[in-house]
């Protein structure tokens, strides 16, 4: 019988109750990270009025009473390793590090960046995690103001984000989009998830997953847009497989994009395929010159 480690234990406590923080203390949407994201635990994403813009965080979350040990005046000194350093200060998204008290049962903040990191005399690096600084709603305004950026900006973060799926369909991995839309809600509120189709008879390998709150908009006509570096039709087998003779609505009156599924009149499920566009194939090139340096005379 195997056991469950205590720190993972600590650590699971600590992302779920960031995860409590964000959404229930800062009303924005919590997307927990696959573990491939060095560094980086999770994304939190700024919503105004119930509208989504774009707006992320990136979080690395600490949880434990180790991690307040090194007091100051102010608060703790937080000493990450300089590969993690340089991993944040060049990531797309602003990053904030997230300590967890257990005792305390409260989620302290910090933001990394050139600003707030502290140099030491050993050529490491030390970050001050104010005591101040809890992770609630007054966080809000400094925290959505860290997130924001001109449209521009905003597009090209998107891109970069999204870099890691280009590059899986541009070696031929196929990827698909599962979606969960509650359709009687007015915060268009629902679940997506991002997954790998094996094309073993199976349902996809979840790689991503998050939620999302849309308003009145349709999915059909955002979700395109949140993959605009992809190319979206619907998951062949998926459909062919489908009984519509259960669907309460007209197929007569669906577009291209369409459920295969409903349940209870509630939720409407797609199963979607991304295809690697004009739009991603540039920006893999662009992104591959920027990083190394070196001109591809053919796409």
């Known amino acids: 019988m195997m056991h469950r480690k205590p720190a993972a234990k600590i650590g699971s406590i600590g992302v779920t109750r960031t995860q409590l923080a964000v959404e229930a203390e800062l009303g924005w949407l919590f997307r927990e990270q696959p573990t491939e994201d060095y560094g980086i635990d999770a994304h939190a994403e700024v919503v105004d009025a119930d509208q989504v813009r774009g707006r992320l965080l990136a979080l690395q979350i600490k949880s ?46 910090q933001l990394v960046n050139r600003e707030t990191l502290t140099e030491t005399s050993r050529r490491g690096w030390k970050l001050l995690v104010p005591e101040t600084q809890v992770l609630d709603e007054r966080a809000r305004t400094t925290l959505s103001q860290a997130a924001g950026g001109d449209p521009y900006t905003l597009r090209i973060r998107e891109l970069q984000l999204a870099r890691p799926w280009m590059e899986r369909l541009a070696e031929g991995t196929r990827l698909v989009i599962d979606i969960e839309e509650w359709v009687n809600k007015s915060s268009g ?97 662009v992104d591959q010159f920027a990083a190394e340096g070196r001109r591809q005379l053919t796409a």
Not at 96 to 106: D, G, I, M, N, S
Not at 204 to 209: D, N, W
């Open 189 to 285: 509120r629902g679940a997506i998830s991002l997954g790998v189709d094996h094309e073993d008879g199976r349902d996809p390998e979840q790689i991503a997953s998050w939620t999302v709150l849309l308003g009145l908009s349709s999915y059909v006509d955002v979700v395109p847009k949140m993959f605009a570096w992809a190319d979206v039709s619907l998951h062949a087998e998926t459909y062919d497989d489908a009984d519509y003779d259960d669907y309460p609505f007209d197929r007569h009156d669906w577009g291209d994009l369409h459920p295969y599924m409903n349940s209870a009149n509630e939720v409407d499920f797609y199963r979607l395929e991304l295809t690697l566009n004009r739009l991603g194939r540039a920006f893999l090139l």
């Open 64 to 109: 434990g009473s180790s991690w307040f040990r090194e007091q100051s005046p102010e608060g703790w000194w937080f000493r990450p390793d300089i590969e993690h350093v340089q991993y944040w200060i060049n990531h797309s998204l602003p990053v904030a590090v997230v300590l967890y008290h257990p005792e305390r049962e409260r989620c302290y903040w």
